[in-house]
C-alpha cells in the first residue's frame, strides 16, 4: 500500500474477519443472542467490574497507510486487563474453535492498539464468554508482551494490505469515474430529471426523501444516477437498492449495467439473493459435516472473494459461477461480496429486518451508505411483517410428537402454561394486555434445552421440532420490545387449537435508528400519499424531504370514468355482479383491445365472470388463479399482446396489481370494482383503535389509506408511456367522495373528456 500513497481505513472486527478466519462454515453454534440481549450482557458483565474499569474504549493505529480502528469493550488499569465480552446462549463448548480463533484474534488486536496507546510493555487479556440464559461468565485469560502482539498486528495488517491496496485503488478509479459521470441517456424523461434533483439534494444534504413519481418516468435510473454522482462528493461507501418484488431488483440490476457500459465507470454490483434459492444443497444442514461447500469454505474464500471481485455484474448467476468454481456456498459468497460492493441490490429485509445483514455490517463498519427503496408503498405492511410473530399450538404439539425426551419435558412445560393463557383469553380473539410471562419463561427453557440438545446431538433436527424453534426464538425477540406499537392477541380454532400472535401495529420504533444510521434513505413510489402516514408508521426522521414529481401524461390521456350507480360493499356484492359484467361488455364493445378488471377478492372476482360469460359469451376473458407459479404468472401475461384482444381478471393488490409493464396497445383499458379496503374484522378494528390513540386516524391509516394505494396502483398499468391512450373505470359510489377523490392523483380529470374524444 505505501507505493500507492492510498490511506485505507479498516474495523478491527473487519480486519480479523478478513484475515483470522479459517476452516468450516459453521451455522450450529445457534442461535446466537438478539442485539439486544447481546448490549444487555454486555452491560451486565461491565457493570460487575470495578471503579476504575473503563467500558467502550476507542483505539486505532496505524501500519503503514492503514489505518486500523475499533472499540474494545473494556479495560481496568488497575488489573492492566482487557476484555472482549462475546455473548451466547447455552453450552460454552457447542462454540465452534474457529468462532474462538477470531475473538482471540480481535482481542490481541485490541491489546497492541492499546499498548501502543499507553506504552504498555506487556497487557492482560481476558475473553469473557457470559451466557445470557443462566448469567455465568466462562473467562479465557493469557497475558502478552506488546511485542508479541505488535509481531501480530503487523501480520495480520500484512496479509490484508495487498486487498487494501487493490481496495483502495479501486475506491479511487471509481470516484473518479462516478464524478465524471454523464447520463446515460441523450435526455431525462419529463419527471425523471426533477426526481434525480431532489435524490441528489437528499444526498447532499444528508436527508432522508419521501419522492412521490408517477409510473413510467424510469425511476431506477432517476434514483440510482444522483445516488452515485453524490458518493464520491460526500463519501458515501454503498449505494443500497432495495425493492420489494424481483422485477424491481432487475430492473436495478439492468440500469447499473448501463451505466457501467455507457460510461465505463469502475463498479462493483451486487445482487442478494434469498438463501432458500442460493443453496445448492438443500436437503443438507449449514455445516462441513453436512456440506461440502460449507466444508473448508473460509480456507477457499480468499481465492473465491479475490475472483468475484473482479467481475463488476454479480447478479445470482455470476455469483454462482463464480462460488461453484471455488468450491464454496453461493449464498455466503454472496454475505462476503456485500462488504466489497460499491452497489448492494436486494429485498427491503436485508436492511430493515430485525436482523438484517446490510444493516448490520453498516453498523459494525461505519460506513456511510445511501439507501433507495422502490415502490415503497409496500414498506409499511412488509416491515409490520418483519415485527410480528406468532405461535400455533397445532405447531406445539407436532414439535413435542417428535421431540427427543430431554426436549420434550420443556416442550410440555410450554403446553401447560399455553393452556393457562388459553384460560384467561375464552374469545374467538382477544387482545391480551401483555405477552403472557409464565409463556414467555417456558419458551425460553425449551429453546434452551433445544440448544443444548443440538449441542450434543450432530444430525440435524426433524422439521416439525426445528419449525417451532425457530418461531419460538422470533417470539421471544419480539416480546422483549413488546410496546405500545404491538398487539398480543390469541386466536382460537376449534377447541383445541389456538394461535397467539405478537402483531406490530406501527414499526417506526424498530426503523428509526436504521433511517439515523443511513447518510440518507429515500423512499419513492407512485403512491405515497398522503407523506404523514408514511412519516408517522415507518418512524421517518422530522426533516424527511418530500417530492411530489409532477406527471409527464396528460389528463386526456386517460379517461377516468366512475361507475357511482354500483356499490361494492359486501352487503351489495350480489346484486353488483351483474351491472359490473355488463358495464365490462360495454366498454370492450365500444373499444375492443386488452383489459383489466380487478377486485377484491378472488370469490367477487369469480361471481362477475360467470355473470360475463352468461350474459355476453362473446368477450373473451381469463383469471388470475390462486397460488399461481411463476410460469403461471408469466403465462397469464402472455396473453396481452399488441394485437390481442380480452379482459384479464385479478385480484386488488396481487401479482397483476403493480409491478408489470404493458405499455401501448398490450393494455388499453382497468376496471376497479373496489376501493380495496382492507376487510373489517377483529384483527384490523384493534389497529384501528390503536392507531385512532396513536394518531388520531384510525379509520383513514387502516382502511382508506392502504385501499387507495391499491386502487391507484391498479389504475396505474394502464398508461405507462407518453405515447398511451387508455381508460379507467372506477366501480363504486364512493369514488365520489371529496376525501376518496383527494387521494387519486392530480393530473387525472375525472368524467373529462380524452384526447381520442377530442
Known sequence: MSDLGLKYSVAVRALCEFTAKAGDLDLRFTPSPTAQEGIAGHTVVQGRRGGSYRAEVSLCGDWGNLHVRGRADGYDPDQNLIEEIKTHRGKFSAIPDNHRHLHWAQLRVYGHLLCQQQGLAQIHLALVYYDIGSGHETVLRETQAATDLAALFAQLCEAFSRWAAM??????????????????????????????????????????????????????????????????????????????????????????????????????????????????????????????LAKGFYDRLPAARTSAAQLALLDREALRSVALAHDVCPYYLGSEMARWADVVVGDYNYYFDGGAMLYALALNNGWRTSVLVDEAHNMVSRTRSMYSAELDRASLRAARAHAPEIVKKALERVGRAWTGVDKQAPAPYQVLGEVPPKLIDALHNATSAINDFLAEAPAPLDPELQRFHFDA??????????????LCDLARSGTRDSMICIRNVVPAPFLKPRFALAHSITLFSATLSPWHYFCDLLGMPANTAWADVASPFRACQLEVRVAGGISTRYQHRAASLAPIADLVARQYASRPGNYLAFFSSFDYLEGVLTQLALRHPGVPAWRQERRMS?????????????????????????????????????????????????????????????????????????????????????????????????VVWLIDDRFGKPDVRALLPAWWDIDGPSCLQA
Open 473 to 486: 426464538l422470533g417470539f421471544l425477540r419480539l416480546a422483549e420490545s413488546f410496546g405500545e406499537h404491538s
Open 167 to 292: 481496495e483502495a485503488a479501486h475506491r479511487v478509479a471509481r470516484d473518479a469515474g462516478l464524478a465524471a459521470m454523464p447520463f446515460p441517456h441523450a435526455h431525462f424523461r419529463p419527471g425523471q430529471r426533477e426526481l434525480a434533483e431532489n435524490v441528489y439534494r437528499a444526498n447532499t444534504s444528508g436527508r432522508c426523501l419521501l419522492a412521490q413519481a408517477p409510473t413510467g418516468i424510469g425511476k431506477t435510473i432517476g434514483s440510482l444516477f444522483p445516488a452515485l454522482k453524490a458518493m464520491p462528493l460526500h463519501r458515501l461507501d454503498k449505494v443500497l437498492f432495495l425493492a420489494a418484488k424481483t422485477p424491481g431488483r432487475r430492473l436495478a440490476l439492468d440500469a447499473t449495467a448501463s451505466l457501467t457500459r455507457a460510461t465505463g465507470v469502475a463498479l462493483r454490483v451486487l445482487e442478494l439473493t434469498a438463501r432458500d434459492k442460493a443453496c445448492e444443497h438443500p436437503d443438507k444442514a449449514c455445516h462441513g459435516d453436512a456440506c461440502p
Open 630 to 726: 411463476e410460469p403461471e404468472r408469466a403465462g397469464f401475461l402472455d396473453r396481452f399482446t399488441l394485437e390481442g384482444r380480452g379482459v384479464g381478471f385479478a385480484v386488488l393488490g396481487g401479482s397483476f396489481g403493480e409491478g408489470i409493464d404493458l405499455p401501448g396497445t398490450r393494455l388499453i383499458g382497468a376496471f376497479v370494482a373496489t376501493l380495496g379496503l382492507p376487510q373489517v374484522n377483529p384483527v384490523n378494528e384493534q389497529l384501528r383503535q390503536r392507531m385512532g390513540t396513536m394518531f388520531g386516524s384510525g379509520y383513514d391509516y387502516t382502511y382508506l389509506y392502504p385501499g387507495m394505494q391499491k386502487v391507484v396502483q391498479a389504475a396505474g398499468r394502464v398508461i405507462r408511456t407518453e405515447q398511451d391512450h387508455g
